[in-house]
């Protein structure tokens, strides 16, 4: 029993690893009970039983581990952290429990597993089972195989991936054991119910009965496709639908689910294992092949086919054994053989599939030939092998051959390559089948249905008929206009009659249409509007967006139906006409219409326009109106008023009715007549654009062409040229016949007329706009002088994208010709327009001695072969796709040895693709696929080259044929790191402009995780940079789901990757606009995201509506289309774009409403406009910190680079998403500079109403500009800065200074640009460095712009220079950093430069230097050339003759225009009155405030008294401008007349703030005397309570001087044997006078900020350590007076600083090894005692800074490194400090933890929980028990029964006489550890001796331990006394003679040394008022102490520079009189103002 009382006080955790089993058993079981309680699944309990998991599924005692499976499973389930144990428990679950004996362990074990899958871990648990398999345990193979089948019945064939298991399902049924063959047999059955057939392969080969048993098994299973019972975690969706079904049991639920799984079906060769049979080929194989004995050759061939009769074959290089085969067949005289060949490519084909596509062009021609075979076993041969071959290729890729042979003579040929269409046609859907492939094939199959062989008719039928059937009735009847009755009656049966293969097409029956017409959309690159069958979706009537819903196409049908029929409108006599007219139009204009009095016929015109305005659309007889209006005179009248309102009435009838061609007809003739009329012209114009809208553009313009050039007016045809140049802008450029208009424009080329042609070329620059390039080629046979004119118009429109298209897209979409146009621009416009040009066959030219001669051994006879080559195919330009033997011949080339014949076949390559178009497709495998692995290689130009070629086939070919099948992922496989990082860039700058991929890609990411790690950090980057792209298309799911086949270390790095990815992913670009040009639309960087056309726009520009009728008229334009023209206005203001907004948000007339289709658009961007309403800049709070110090500690990239690299980008990606909205992130990191425009617009909107978070992530607002910088696009820098001038502006107004993290950012990369080509750049860049100037300090940017003199951009040192003479003309030479000399000497280099601006800015810039400083130049700038100085003193003279003129100017051309400064320098300043200076300035007060941005504010003025005169003071710089000679007289340091002074200078006449501001700067000086005086002065300030407020908001900027002028003294004053050490220790006696000063005001005391304490405490606990301080007379007595000095900045600072200061002081010095180790020790005493203060001010602490600085020390110190120094004194220090914090805050203190990022990984907040609890259960111990829950108690109880283990111990210890010290030793430690531990417990049943001994021994302990750090203290610092420093309890310190010190003694003492040194100060020392109202608010340590150095030091360096100029004393004696001097010019100043 007393065992059990030992683990029964154990907490649960501690039970469970016990290494008694009943406590194991007792833990378990209190573990289930708390498992099942807990309800957060989150919660950190979880986190305590992580490493224990495995532990209790492989307890070595049976009972315990029954328990602890139950347990297990119940952590499993509802713990959120529970997948990470998946591998160590299932695989301790296979080892350990599936080998007992007893059943409910076994069972426990499988529930466990089936857990493990339903939280997502499927493919961790299936690898540990399938290696379960593995066992020698027949029992643990058997148990594994039953959990493989439950898993597979409940979770279904999805979740569990049966590749693996149907791998070992063989080797299973050979097993000895009869257990595990009838478990796999059972398994079998399983997996056959999930995927019937396709596990019939992969089993042929095991034991003949087991296979029949097997059979009959199979064969017992029921039809119905099984369902999935189990769902995952993330399928809770799925559950409720199947929980459902379950309940209702419909039949549509089953039909459902059965179609579901027939698209789920498994394909049986994925499951199959891939054979290598090129190895196994007979080593004679192609001597036989080629033997002349037929039997030879058949042997070979046996050989082969048995070898490709495997059913899955391992990729290779097949081209030799293909080229064979093909030789057979083309060849052999033998027909068997040819069979025979056959059948071993359809094996090939078959086994490789989709890699077999390479050889599909290769034999795909020389099988169509050999179809003139008559002999059935050999056609059936061919027939089987040419369909393989099509599985394993494209249409596209073979139409070409396939149409090579359709005019064959041999009607054989023709029936058997019609009848492969036919089948062909079968296994294509609508998308794989579009109407660019359809057309050339339905023009021949048409030929042949008049052939006069019977049965090449037929196929021709069937194939029509099968091409009908799969993309719809309405898809191929435009090729079947001139097909009679009767032939389009038979293809029409030959429909019916097909059966369509295809699983996933347009299917055998109306059920499987519906899916298929779904399919289309997604799977097409493209989308195809008539694509899909009868039951297509909507896409054609929603016009541009393509994104219409299922639900729009009944209305969309219902639309189209009344347009149909009107369209094809009978020709009417005059009779019934008029007859019709009459009905609609009154009687007086019918008989007035042919008047002779033109005023009649005028008025009859208006009432026929009445007439028609009022007509409803339905009931006008539009074929009537117009030929009334034809009616004699007709288009021959003579008065143009009758003929404009007639002309007027032909558009109005269009424009209103359903128009007609035939209408058409009537009026064009006419229209055309009058288009060239001065007063007629534009109404005929707007007729034409009429009949456009309603006809369709590209059949009204090639009519209209055609009538203007069939007469002779040259005027008509100039503008009917006009006229289309216009419309193709409105109505795009879909379906326009462009071989007729070429013809047509070549005939107005040559012209006589000029208008004439200057149309015709107008016309082909609108053309260029969507043809592109290849335009030109149709006229490159034109004279030299008419093509430098067309390529001038091409030149213009270079860049351009097309205008959206704003006209018919309403009714395009109802007509067939709209279809057409449709159709003709999705195939590709470029492809159309290629098609166009004559192309040569230049086969027969690529003779067997040029392939023969590229392939010799010498080089160069190869380079002789490609040079014909490449002859060749120039001299052709243009060549059709067979290129016979050379593709194969140039594959070999691109491996070759010699560098040079890669690069020129690369050059060939290129030509081909150039010279062959689109036709390119079918060459892409066997050409292109071997050009990407030439990335590989290790030369970069080779690789370039490569991929310049990759490029050129791209764009002709489009991304999917490369990313068929396995070829990419055959390539990254290769472990080559050029060529993986090149393919991998490759596919990240191609994927994102996809809308679609072929399924292909995801055979690419086991090799694209492999890259990511890569041993290569290039490969990593790229791989890492192309994951988003990726995962755009293939989805977050699929790629996680892909690693499950990784290593478990590397999965969770690849996920993470993952996580990372998914938060970047890029949206889907868009379907392109339907009216839009192909061009355009392919080409357009401007891609949308697929979700919504208004997708992506900034507020003020969605043009979507939320009504839930938008319009099509107006609206269309606002969606895709919009966006097009959108983005070249985007330079408007946002004023302009927010009034588009509101006149298009008030909505659309209702007349115009219309198309249904629009509807789920607009929807889309309504939702859209929502989601973008609200900020766009997010504030975080101290997220700016948080980023500086990630920056500090090196855990993120710095802000460095030449060009920024990805990891760059991804960084701020990252950073910012937290920051901005995510759609503007969106917009700023998207492909699209026309995105980043409209992002920054959308900034420049928001920034003034979200100022603080602007300010709050202002780092990396200008890190993304630092980005634009380094882009090309004009427009998006020329926005970039508009934006940063307005950012620099409102910083400037809210007076905001950079701090040098955002400067350092940003600055450099902004000067960069200074150097930029075009000027309106470059003046944008100089405003932006002026305005800098204001929000950062002039002498930061200073060295910035110094550094840009290195660049080699001679613009840019020329500009820099310039900038830095502004900057010293403005700022006097204090500016120049890092010292003018250094500075100089740098300017001065570039007075050689070879470049002239270079030079005249060098010579500006020092001649601003000598204006400023003088002869003094000449020494600073050190040696020049002869040449040089004489430069430089020409400059001077010059200058100085120019000077008289200066002082008429009124004021500086840098004030006057502070937005543009001029590089050219700004000139000494006038110098005149102050009184008309400030009357003009009042004046002028509102320019002024408007120019305030550019007056540098380093001193601000805080104090009341000078409010009145703040504003003039702060505005006019100017007040520098004058010579106040009477003013100045007497002061301390009178001005130079050489130059003017500078603007701190005027500062210290403008107020006292400043003059403080000066005298701080003198504190830090060089000069021990100036340091004195000044600190004189501050301590008269201090002194008088009056005055001491004017150092409220100076404080932080004392300290500073004050602490670098203690280290000046430290390192270099005590150090210099030269100075009189009574100088130091009267320098050192000032400070600690002032300091104590200052600190007795409590009030100003408060102000000194974190990052200052912490600097002066060190700087105070170095001098206390300083042993030379000694060797100074009374250097005692200064140490003491620090000491009291530290005490009292201990009391008085602000609590909170002065805690984070000794905290980081403390970490910084113990991670430092140079210090001394007193110094820790005096920095951890200081904290002792602010640990004694904590009771008093514990209210007043920020806990959540304090805690966060515990946190960072713990991060550098974690426990064990922390125990680990040699003293243990660090580590009590913080634990008594967290102590004392949890004993005064409670648990409340948990709740302080805000400002920690990640802090459940914290060590700080596990120890604060813990002590916490511990405190809480303690103080529950002595509390009445009776208010305490149950559960609380237990928990009381577990803490207590650990607590007692090791008092009891101790106790032990001091109980027995050999350990009686060292246990009270420990039982010392123990309570300093634990000062709340309660022992009274173990005292209580002890004797009273007993007690008060250990007492006794605890105090003696203690008083030995105190002594000894006493006697320490003393021996390091022997001038000190023994207690002298802080530790006493008394704030008094004790000297060493006994008495006691305090304040007032010592600034007795410090008078009586003043006055020794004739510093005695007049005015006793004052109670001073509290500044709280005054105090400004503590800024951002580390940026508010750069500022203030930077400040200081230019103060210093200026004050010196006068003082060593000055031509009068430079002080007076006196520093009372000096400050006496400074108040009385102060007041001067004052009463002039007045």
Known sequence: MGDDSEWMKLPVDQKCEHKIWKARLNGYEEALKLFQRIEDEKSPEWGKYLGLLKKFVTDSNAVAQLKGLEAALAYIENAHVAGKTTGEVVSGVVCKVFNQPKARAKELGADICLMYIEIEKAEVVQDELIKGLDNKNPKIIVTCIETLRKALCEFGSKIITLKPVVKVLPKLFESREKAVRDEAKLLAVEIYRWIRDALRAPLQNINSVQLKDLEEEWVKLPTTAPKQSRFLRSQQDLKAKFEQQQAAGGDEADG?????????????????????????????????????????????????????????????????????????????????????AAKCLAGLAAGLRKKFGTYAGLVVPTILEKFKEKKPQVVQALQEAIDAVFLTTTLQNISEDVLGVMDNKNPSIKQQASLFLARSFCRCTPSTLPKSVLKPFCAAFLKQVNDSAPEVRDAAFEALGTAMKVVGEKAVNPFLTDVDKLKLDKIKECADKVELVGKKGGGGGEKKEKPAAKAPPPVEAPAKPSGPSKKAPPAKAAGPPKKGKPATAPSAKSKKAPDTKEIVETELSLEVCEEKAAAVLPASCMQLLDSGNWKERLASMEEFQRAVEQMDKSEMPCQALVRMLAKKPGWKETNFQVMQMKLHIVGLIAKKGLFSKTSALVVLDGLVDKVGDVKCGSNAKEGLTAIGEACSLPWTAEQVVSLAFAQKNPKNQAETLNWLANAMKEFGFAGINVKAFINNVKTALGATNPAVRT?????????????????????????????????????????????????????????????????????????????????TDISDKITYDMVSKISDKNWKVRKEGLDEVAAVISDAKFIQASIGELPMALKGRLNDSNKLLVQQTLNILQQIATAMGPSLKQHVKNLGIPVITVLGDSKSNVRAAAMTTLNAWVEQTGMKEWLEGEDLAEELKKENPFLRQELLGWLAEKLPTLRTVPTDLMLCLPNLYACLEDRSGDVRKKAQDALPTFMMHLGYEKMVKATGKLKPASKDQVVGMLEKARAVMPAKPAAPAKAGASKSASSAPAAKPASAPARNQSPSEDFSEPEPKP?????????????????????????????????????????????????????????????????????????????????????????????????YVEQLKTQMSTSLAKWLQDELFHFDFQRHVKAIGAMIEHMEAEFDAVIGCLDLVLKWFTLRFFDTNTSVLMKALEFLKLLFLMLNRKNYQLSDYEASSFIPYLILKVGESKDVVRKDVRAILTMLCNVYAASKVFPLLLDGTKSKNSKQRSECLEELGCLIENFGMNVCQPSPAKALKEIATHIGDRDTTVRNAALNTVLAAYNACGEQVFKLIGNLSEKEMSMLEERIKRSAKKTPAAPTKQERPQKEHPTNP???????????????????????????????PSIPKEFQLDLDVFENNHTCASDIPDLVQHKLDEVLEPVMIPERKMRPVSPHFDDIHNSTASTINFVISQVASGDINTSIQALAQIDEVLRQADKAEAMSGHIDQFLIATFMQLRLIYNTHMADDRLDKKDIFKLYSCIIGNMLSLFSMESLAREASMGVLKDLMHGLITLMLDSRVEDIEDGQQLIRSVNLLVVRVLEKSDQTNILSALLVLLQDSLISTAGSPMFSELVMKCLWRMIRFLPQTINSINLDRILLDVHNFMKVFPKE?????????????????LHTLCRLTGAKILDHMSMIENRNESELEAHLRRVVKHSANLSGLKSDKSTEKGALRSDDKLIKAKVSDILSEIFKKIGSKENTKEGLTELYEYKQKYSDADLEPFLRNTSQFFQSYVERGLRMIESEREGKGRIQTSTVIPQHSTDSYLPSSSAVPISSNGEDLNAAAYYERLKILRQRRGLENSTPEEDRPPLSSLRPSVASS?????????????????????????????????PASNLDDLKKRLERIKSNRQ
């Open 1462 to 1492: 001029n590089a050219t320098f700004l000139r000494k300043p006038a110098q005149e009155e102050v009184p008309n200076k400030l009357n003009q300035a009042r004046a002028q007060n509102a320019h002024l405030e408007q120019s305030a």
């Open 1982 to 2014: 580390t940026d508010m102490l750069h500022s203030k150095l930077s400040q200081l030091k230019e103060s210093r360096e200026h004050f010196q520079q006068e003082q060593s100029h000055s031509h009068s004393p430079t002080r007076s004696s006196s």
């Open 759 to 839: 149309s015709a070329i107008a016309l082909l620059g609108v053309m260029f706009l969507y043809m592109g390039a290849p335009l030109r080629m149709f006229f490159e046979d034109e004279k030299p002088a008419l093509l430098s004119q067309i390529d001038a118009e091409f030149e213009k429109m270079q860049g351009q994208s097309p205008p959206a298209p704003i006209r018919g897209a309403k009714k395009a979409g109802a007509e067939e010709e709209g279809d057409a146009a449709e159709e003709e621009e999705v195939d590709g416009g470029s492809a159309d327009i290629m098609d166009l040009l004559p192309r």
């Open 256 to 340: 459902a689910d059965d179609e579901e799984a027939e698209v789920a079906q498994v394909d049986p060769y994925e499951l199959l294992e891939a054979v290598e049979i090129l190895s196994k080929l007979p080593k004679d194989f192609y001597e036989k092949i080629e033997a002349k004995k037929w039997q030879e050759r058949k042997e070979a061939l046996e050989a082969v086919e048995a070898l490709t009769k495997n059913p899955k074959l391992e990729n290779g290089d097949y081209g030799d054994l293909v080229r064979a085969l093909k030789k057979v067949i083309g060849k052999d005289a033998n027909v068997m053989l040819v069979a025979m």
């Open 1111 to 1207: 319009d099509t008229k107006k609206a269309k334009p606002a969606g895709p289309a919009a966006k097009k023209r959108e983005s070249m206005e985007l330079k408007v203001k946002g004023e302009k774009d927010n009034a588009k907004q509101s006149r298009v948000s008030r909505g659309m007339p209702s007349s115009e409403k219309g198309v249904v289709g629009k509807k789920p658009p607009a929807k889309v961007g309504a939702k859209d406009e929502e989601d973008r309403s609200g900020p766009i800049f997010i504030l975080v709070p101290n997220g700016k910190e948080q980023r500086i110090k990630e920056e500090r500690a090196l855990k993120i990239l710095k802000w460095n680079f030449t060009t920024p690299r990805d990891e």
């Open 1761 to 1777: 490194k922390l125990k680990q120094l040699k003293s243990d004194v660090p580590h009590r220090t913080l634990k008594t400090l």
